[in-house]
C-alpha cells in the first residue's frame, strides 16, 4: 500500500555542478550504442525522446551561449536504479555542445571548430558550467516532471510523453522503424503519411491506426514486448493496400486517415479503375471544396468529407427576404438566425450552390430532409 512508503522514499531534486569537460567525457553517438557522456554514466537519448532536432541557428546559439558565458536554461536528469543517469529536459542543448566539442562534421561556429579555437576559448568552454538537476523518485513520475519543465525550446509532443511513459524494448525498437527520417517507414509511405517522423507523428498515426485512437492502452499492452514487427508489418498491409487500390498518386492523399479506411474496407471488392474514375470527376467538381476527403468520400458516401460549398450569407438573406421569413417547408415564420440555407436539389443529385438552388428551412424541416 502506499501509506508503506517511507518520506525520504518522495521525489528529491538535488544540484549537480558540472562542467563541460565534464558532460562531454567519453560522448559518444552512434545507433548501436546510443547517445552517451559524462564518463558512460548520461543516458542523452533514451528510448523515449526524440532525435536531435536543433537547426544551424538554434545549435548555434548554445554554443555562443558557451563562448560568451551567457547562462544556458536549467537542465534536468533522473538518477536511475542502475547507478546511471537519463536526461528529462536539455537533450539538444547538451548535444549541441557535445557535437561541437566532439568536431562533429557541420559543427561550426562563425567557421570555427572547437580545435579551431585558441588554447585559452577551449580551456573556457570545457570550464564552463552547466546548471544540472537530478530527479530522483519513482519512474512513474516522469510524465509529471515532463509537463512542469519541459517549458523551454521545442515542447514535447504528446506521442514523445506516452514513449516516455511507456519506455520499453517495444519502443525502442519502434523507434527503428517510424521515427528516423529516412527511415523505413518514411521511405515506405512518407508520402502518405503528414507531420515528421522525428517528432513521432509516424509513430502516434500508425499506433492510432491499428487500435482505433486507444493509443495509450496499446503501448501499455506491448510496453514489454521484444519487438514492435507486428505494427511495421500492419503499417506495410496498409500502405501496399493503398497502393494497390489508388494507382495514381497526388499529394492531396498525404494525412488521409489511410488506416481507419483500411481496417474498414480491405476486405471488400474495389475497383481501383472505377475509383480513379470517379476521383477524377470529383477533382472537377467546383463544389468539391476538400480534395483530401475524395479518397475516404469514395468508400464511405459519406459527404461530410468532402466539405462541399455552402451558401454565402448574402445569398442567404437574399433567400430569406424572398420567402418573407417563413420555412420552405412548414411555412412558419422564423428569424434569420434559427434558419439553415438548404439545396433544393442535393448535391449528390447534381445541385450546384447557387441561388435557384437555395431555400431556407427551420432546423427541424431542414434535419428531417436531409435524414431522408
Not at 23 to 43: E, N, Q
Not at 219 to 231: G, V, Y
Not at 233 to 259: C, L
Amino acid at each position: 500500500m502506499c501509506d508503506n512508503i517511507k518520506d525520504d522514499e518522495a521525489m528529491k531534486i538535488e544540484k549537480l555542478d558540472i562542467t563541460v569537460r565534464d558532460l562531454v567525457a567519453g560522448y559518444h553517438d552512434d545507433r548501436v550504442g546510443g547517445v552517451v557522456g559524462y564518463g558512460g554514466k548520461l543516458d542523452i537519448r533514451p528510448p523515449y525522446q526524440r532525435e536531435f532536432i536543433y537547426d544551424t541557428k538554434e545549435r548555434n546559439a548554445v554554443i555562443q551561449s558557451v563562448l560568451k558565458d551567457f547562462p544556458l536554461n536549467v537542465m534536468y536528469w533522473f538518477d536511475r536504479p542502475d547507478g546511471r543517469f537519463e536526461i528529462i529536459d536539455g537533450q539538444q542543448r547538451t548535444i549541441s555542445i557535445a557535437r561541437y566539442v566532439a568536431e562533429k562534421p557541420g559543427f561550426s561556429v562563425d567557421g570555427l571548430g572547437f580545435a579551431n579555437q585558441q588554447c585559452n576559448i577551449r580551456k573556457k568552454i570545457l570550464n564552463y558550467k552547466l546548471m544540472v538537476y537530478v530527479c530522483s523518485g519513482e519512474p512513474s513520475e516522469r510524465r509529471d516532471w515532463f509537463e512542469i519543465i519541459n517549458i523551454a525550446g521545442k515542447r514535447l509532443s504528446d506521442q514523445e510523453l506516452r514513449n516516455a511513459i511507456y519506455a520499453g524494448p517495444w519502443v525502442t525498437d519502434a523507434k527503428r522503424y517510424f521515427s528516423q527520417t529516412g527511415g523505413s517507414a518514411a521511405g515506405l509511405g512518407g508520402d502518405f503519411m503528414s507531420g515528421s517522423p522525428i517528432r513521432q507523428d509516424y509513430f502516434e498515426t500508425v499506433i492510432k491506426w491499428i487500435c482505433n485512437d486507444n493509443i495509450e492502452e496499446y503501448m501499455r499492452i506491448h510496453q514489454h514486448d521484444e519487438s514492435a514487427a507486428p505494427l511495421w508489418e500492419y503499417f506495410q498491409a496498409v500502405i501496399d493496400w493503398v497502393k494497390t487500390n489508388f494507382k495514381t498518386y497526388r499529394k492531396s492523399m498525404k494525412g488521409v486517415d489511410w488506416g481507419g479506411l483500411y481496417n474498414k474496407y480491405n476486405d471488400c471488392e474495389i475497383d481501383p479503375v472505377k475509383i480513379e474514375a470517379e476521383i477524377e470527376v470529383l477533382l472537377d467538381d467546383e463544389e468539391v471544396q476538400r480534395e483530401s476527403g475524395i479518397y475516404p468520400y469514395v468508400l464511405t458516401r459519406e459527404e461530410k468529407h468532402l466539405n462541399l460549398r455552402a451558401f454565402d450569407a448574402r445569398m442567404k438573406r437574399r433567400i430569406y427576404r424572398k420567402q418573407a421569413g417563413t420555412c420552405a417547408i412548414c411555412k412558419e415564420d422564423f428569424s434569420i438566425s434559427d434558419m439553415e440555407a438548404d439545396h433544393i436539389t442535393p448535391w449528390s443529385e447534381g445541385g450546384k450552390t447557387v441561388e435557384d438552388n437555395c431555400q431556407m428551412l427551420c432546423r427541424k424541416c431542414n434535419r428531417k430532409k436531409s435524414s431522408k
